[in-house]
């Protein structure tokens, strides 16, 4: 987690469009069900696509997160990417093992989006990285030069490492932080009933190194409980060398000081005590709020993508107010879109 996001008043307003929840047992679904691309002569956004396919394609496509019976996921355990094909309680994304897995290690990591919507996605962050300031006020972008670099990936000449509040962008990105594959696996991480805390985007700039250190996103999100998740979306292929996650498993266990919510401080790890998330492009890494995480440097030549965005159970409350965009709006209720 960033140790310095801004906490600049944002008024939160209200939405009225309502997304329902795409089935990851339908997920491909077919080419023309929306994961066919841009055809000649016909100029449209992803997001009108998306639209489209919805209109289309009506309800039949995207049932309720209580109709999910099956899927087939990656899962990541002990540095090792796992095909997984279980079927799952009507109540359930996650596979039982994939949930104990979670309890156990403080993380798992899904194969959840292909590379059309890989590529979709990276079309709409390419105008993000093509200055170094936002026209809105409430969308604050970190970058590392104030002039084009010469020796920087062409697609971000100002090195643009952090884009904050990104639901506030447009539509295509508030469509995202209520992705239904995303948030039917944070109902089975934190309950039923989650909200929103905040959602932003991180480019490993090659050479650049961003000095948050080992920390736990609790430290600097405090609620009065510990059932938040952070969802983590690899849009590159993650290798040991590209900037991946660094995680230490199983460090959430244990973390709270005896009968407080005050974390530990984090010590830093011995080699060998966490592992690198290296992973395909299209996995999403969700961490428990308490897991000591890392990041480290791209070495390689090009940028990165990876989108970030916290969510919470709505029975978790804010110690101190935040002010990030969104935040704390419902989001779901009962595993049912709000």
């Given at each position: 987690?960033?140790?310095?996001?801004?906490?600049?008043?944002?008024?939160?307003?209200?939405?009225?469009?309502?997304?329902?929840?795409?089935?990851?047992?339908?997920?491909?679904?077919?080419?023309?069900?929306?994961?066919?691309?841009?055809?000649?002569?016909?100029?449209?956004?992803?997001?009108?696509?998306?639209?489209?396919?919805?209109?289309?394609?009506?309800?039949?496509?995207f049932?309720?997160?209580?109709?999910?019976q099956?899927?087939?996921?990656?899962?990541?355990?002990?540095?090792?990417?796992?095909?997984?094909?279980r079927?799952?309680?009507?109540?359930?994304?996650?596979?039982?093992?994939?949930?104990?897995?979670?309890?156990?290690?403080?993380?798992?990591?899904?194969?959840?989006?292909?590379?059309?919507?890989?590529?979709?996605?990276?079309?709409?962050?390419?105008?993000?990285?093509?200055?170094?300031?936002?026209d809105?006020?409430?969308?604050?972008?970190r970058?590392?030069?104030?002039?084009?670099?010469?020796?920087?990936?062409?697609?971000?000449?100002?090195?643009?490492?952090?884009?904050?509040?990104?639901?506030?962008?447009?539509?295509?990105?508030?469509?995202?932080?209520?992705?239904?594959r995303i948030?039917?696996v944070?109902?089975?991480?934190?309950?039923?009933?989650?909200?929103f805390?905040?959602?932003?985007?991180?480019?490993?700039?090659?050479?650049?190194?961003?000095?948050?250190?080992?920390?736990?996103?609790?430290?600097?999100?405090?609620?009065?409980?510990?059932?938040?998740?952070?969802?983590?979306?690899?849009?590159?292929?993650?290798?040991?060398?590209?900037?991946?996650?660094?995680?230490?498993?199983?460090?959430?266990?244990?973390?709270?000081v005896?009968?407080?919510?005050?974390p530990?401080?984090?010590?830093?790890?011995?080699?060998?005590?966490?592992?690198?998330?290296?992973?395909?492009?299209?996995?999403?890494?969700?961490?428990?709020?308490?897991?000591?995480?890392?990041?480290?440097?791209?070495?390689?030549?090009?940028?990165?993508?990876?989108?970030?965005?916290?969510?919470?159970?709505?029975?978790?409350?804010?110690?101190?107010?935040?002010?990030?965009?969104?935040?704390?709006?419902?989001?779901?209720?009962?595993?049912?879109?709000?």
């Amino acid at each position: 987690m960033p140790a310095s996001r801004p906490r600049d008043a944002i008024r939160a307003r209200p939405h009225q469009m309502r997304a329902p929840v795409r089935s990851m047992r339908t997920w491909p679904p077919g080419r023309e069900a929306g994961n066919a691309r841009r055809s000649p002569g016909i100029d449209c956004s992803p997001h009108e696509r998306l639209l489209r396919s919805r209109r289309r394609y009506g309800e039949k496509c995207f049932p309720p997160v209580r109709q999910i019976q099956a899927e087939t996921a990656v899962l990541f355990i002990g540095g090792l990417l796992l095909n997984t094909e279980r079927r799952a309680p009507a109540r359930r994304i996650l596979s039982d093992d994939q949930f104990s897995a979670y309890e156990r290690d403080g993380f798992i990591v899904l194969r959840m989006f292909d590379a059309d919507e890989v590529s979709d996605i990276k079309e709409e962050i390419r105008p993000l990285l093509a200055t170094p300031t936002s026209d809105h006020p409430r969308v604050i972008k970190r970058a590392a030069l104030d002039e084009p670099g010469a020796h920087l990936d062409p697609v971000n000449p100002y090195g643009v490492f952090k884009v904050f509040n990104t639901p506030l962008i447009n539509d295509f990105w508030f469509d995202m932080m209520r992705e239904p594959r995303i948030l039917g696996v944070a109902a089975d991480l934190v309950g039923p009933d989650v909200n929103f805390l905040m959602g932003w985007l991180h480019q490993r700039v090659p050479g650049l190194q961003v000095h948050e250190g080992w920390h736990c996103d609790f430290s600097e999100d405090r609620h009065t409980s510990t059932d938040l998740v952070t969802a983590i979306l690899y849009l590159d292929e993650m290798t040991p060398d590209s900037g991946p996650t660094l995680v230490v498993p199983g460090s959430h266990r244990d973390r709270l000081v005896e009968g407080t919510l005050e974390p530990r401080p984090v010590t830093v790890p011995e080699d060998g005590e966490y592992v690198p998330v290296t992973v395909p492009a299209g996995s999403v890494l969700f961490l428990h709020s308490l897991t000591v995480h890392s990041l480290s440097m791209n070495r390689t030549r090009q940028d990165r993508s990876i989108l970030l965005q916290e969510y919470k159970s709505a029975s978790a409350v804010e110690v101190e107010p935040y002010d990030y965009a969104f935040a704390d709006l419902p989001l779901l209720r009962g595993g049912e879109p709000v």
